[in-house]
């Protein structure tokens, strides 16, 4: 089965950046689609970037555009999360999540996340 695991993350301080890496892997499959997301904890998961199969992106998140940047590498199987000029209200566990096709069957897999905590 696919697995998903996120890297990249870490403590900065404010107007710092961070590179975020999410890695696809497992037997034979499709990276189809997929995005990255954030929570903080007591509130809800919210989508911070997703990127097309084809490599087209959408940032749902006002309070990034301008500083985030969603990218991937399909001979890598890897999506980046570019974080730019980060703020402390920046500061969650940022985690990836695949749409993959694994011969007949379609399906999501979330990584387990990575901590990203931005100093003032």
């Known amino acids: 089965q696919v697995q998903v695991v996120e890297s990249g993350g870490g403590l900065v301080q404010a107007g710092g950046s961070l590179r975020l890496s999410c890695v696809a892997s497992g037997s034979t499959f499709r990276l189809n689609a997929a995005g990255w997301y954030r929570q903080v904890p007591g509130n809800l998961r919210e989508s911070v970037a997703m990127?097309?199969?084809?490599?087209?992106?959408?940032v749902f998140l006002d309070s990034v555009k301008g500083r985030f940047t969603i990218s991937r590498d399909n001979a890598k199987n890897t999506v980046y999360l570019q974080m730019n000029n980060l703020r402390p209200e920046d500061t969650a566990v940022y985690y990836c999540n695949v749409d993959v096709t694994e011969g007949r069957l379609r399906r999501t897999v979330w990584g387990r996340g990575t901590q990203v905590t931005v100093s003032s």
């Open positions: 990127i097309s199969t084809e490599g087209s992106t959408n």
